[in-house]
């Protein structure tokens, strides 16, 4: 996996890169906000890790950017002594925590977690659309065997009558529809 730190401490930055290549990720690292925005346009990264306090624009600026350039689980690098690191997270494209100091297993667990988060998002995010698609369907051709009703035809020959020319003229539904309402 392809991976983007953000982290201003030289040593911290250093550790984590090596933690993440003995895990066998290849690391791409950046000092601050601009760097870790620059790297994210250069190398298509799979994973960030990024510090919350990061010098030209924090962790959470630049998770915003990096998220709508294009979306990774992205996980968020505190310091280990802060009780309650930020407040409600929920907002933003982040998808865990890995504290300092850093240690190898929570780091790798924290990697799981974030792609799997990620990846359940995706996924019901694409279920919302296609749901969505289909409601917007369903209505189209609901409008359409209501245009049908009206001019004589009941609700099931109406439908028939849709289906068939979908089948004929080799059409979605959604398209016979939208050619019967005029869209």
Do not use: W
Not at 64 to 77: C, V, W, Y
Not at 95 to 123: D, T, W
Not at 125 to 146: F, H, P, Q, Y
């Amino acid at each position: 996996m392809r991976i983007l730190i953000a982290e201003n401490e030289t040593g911290v930055r250093r550790e984590l890169r090596e933690m993440l290549q003995q895990l066998g990720h290849t690391v791409a690292a950046a000092a601050d906000g601009r760097e870790a925005l620059s790297l994210a346009r250069q190398h298509a990264c799979d994973l960030a890790i990024l510090a919350n306090d990061l010098p030209f624009g924090d962790g959470l600026q630049t998770a915003r950017k990096l998220a709508r350039a294009r979306p990774l689980p992205i996980l968020l690098l505190v310091e280990n002594a802060v009780a309650n690191p930020l407040a409600d997270l929920s907002e933003l494209p982040i998808y865990g925590y890995v504290f300092k100091p850093l240690h190898l297993p929570a780091l790798q667990a924290g990697i799981s977690v974030a792609v799997e988060r990620f990846n359940e998002k995706q996924m019901l995010s694409t279920r919302v659309n296609e749901l969505e698609e289909a409601l917007e369907t369903r209505k189209l051709i609901d409008r359409a065997k209501g245009k049908l009703m009206r001019m004589g035809m009941s609700e099931q020959k109406a439908f028939l009558s849709i289906q068939a020319r979908a089948r004929r003229t080799r059409k979605s539904m959604r398209a016979v529809a939208r050619a019967i309402l005029g869209d």
